[in-house]
């Protein structure tokens, strides 16, 4: 299971802000235990660091200490725990409740926020029932319609789960119950941008992570061994089969990006547009992946274990124990500190020239695999897909960034998209719910790209029609 990032502002509907920077931790209560046996899921096999007689469910005692610790270490008014693995639907509501209980014991008056990422499947009313009334946000992952979802995401036996899926879907959706969808993107479901995007919104998703598979399998290791290596591991090895291509992600943004900008702006939130806007803005991005440096989002394993990144659970990344060490020491020791520096430091000087350095920071270091052209180590393996995309958003970046600075609502920019993507003019309605939305003056630039003054261009086209 790929991890959902939740954005709790957003830049799109102008109630962004910068906030203080503090450390968060991703839970796994459960430990790599999963009811699936997704191909391309990296957490699976985490189970070796612990040995098969390893019980992967987080005790009591240990519970209530790290949900003490986590609440006494973060100086902001609101906290929120991930609840993450594996998969920790697994552990049963009760399991949570007690979480609950811990929760309100030590909030110490600040509100606390809790986020399930779950596949789905187990999913069943009493748990919708108990998501509701304790107003869970949950993170459903689903790769798209069925073939895409099917591909990849089975169960242990083999077996297809996107009906299983659906059904706990369709629960969240009974019971009111906020939701996400986290989608991976993957060697195939990369060729299906705007049949994944279209069904996803018809699932009442408004909130969609799509988050790129990148994994390489080594060479020649014994069986108990980790196959899957570290994004900062020199190892040879094998690209992952289902590894996604770098020009076919680009692509796949690009196709997701020409629908949400002229129909989807400002009702609709992928978690990467808004953060490349934030970047564009001079703003504070909220996902690591494109900030200029990381470190501060831990994970913490069912035995107290921490690590550096949920996607870098390595022996060589391993912080220490919350049972012997802090929370607050082991995420600003040196160590960690590092980690979060070298996103920046360890760029090839490939990056540094870039025009989009200010944009991407490089993406993900677990991407980082490949060289560059002169041969330095370090380029992240996605690059050419996300230059095609970087260059592709450009002008709407620009227009979205020029409406926040001029207080206008960054949605004004489907009247641009519409002039600039289907080179035709925009229908009463569409014109009308855009200029509805907006707060254009008579001298302002017209939306619809045209250069010309709002004036002079689209408000006489909108008073014919009325």
Known sequence: MYPVIIIMTSILNKTFQTVPLVFSIMA????????????????LEKDKLYGKLSRFRMDGKLLEKFIDEYIASQNVPVIQFIWHGGEPAMLGTEWFRTVLRLQ????????????????GTLLDGEWCRFLADCHFLVGISIDGPEHVHDRYRTDRAGKPTFARVMKGLELLVKHKVEFNTMSVVNDYSAQYPLEIYRFLKSTGSRYMQFSPVVERIADHLPAEALQLLAGSDTTQGMLAPWSVGALDYGKFLCGIFDDWVLNDVGTCFVPTFDSILANWTGSMTSICVHAETCGHAGAIEHNGDVYACDHFVFPEY?????????????????QQLRFGRDKRDAL???????????????????????????????????????RLFYRHVAPYMEF????????????????????????????????????????????????????KKYKNCCRNRTMNNE
């Open 318 to 334: 391993r912080l220490g124990n919350i049972r012997s060490d802090t929370l607050v020491s082991m995420m600003y020791s040196p």
């Open 400 to 451: 979205m960034a020029e409406e926040l600075a001029a207080e206008r609502p960054p949605a004004n920019v489907m009247a641009m998209a519409h002039s600039r993507l289907r080179q035709q003019p925009l229908s009463k309605k569409q014109l009308a719910t855009t200029i509805q939305r907006s707060a254009i003056r008579p001298n302002d630039a017209c939306p619809c790209g045209s250069g």
């Open 348 to 386: 090839p000087q490939q990056c540094k020239d870039c025009e989009f350095l200010f944009a991407c920071n490089g993406e993900c270091p677990k991407n980082r695999i490949i060289r560059t052209a002169s041969g330095e180590p370090g380029l992240n393996y996605l690059c050419e897909g996300l």
């Open 104 to 119: 309100e014991q030590y909030c110490r008056g600040k509100r606390i926020e809790n986020v399930l990422q779950t596949n």
């Open 28 to 43: 796994k209560p459960a430990g790599p235990v999963c009811n699936l046996n997704c191909s391309y899921c990296y957490y």
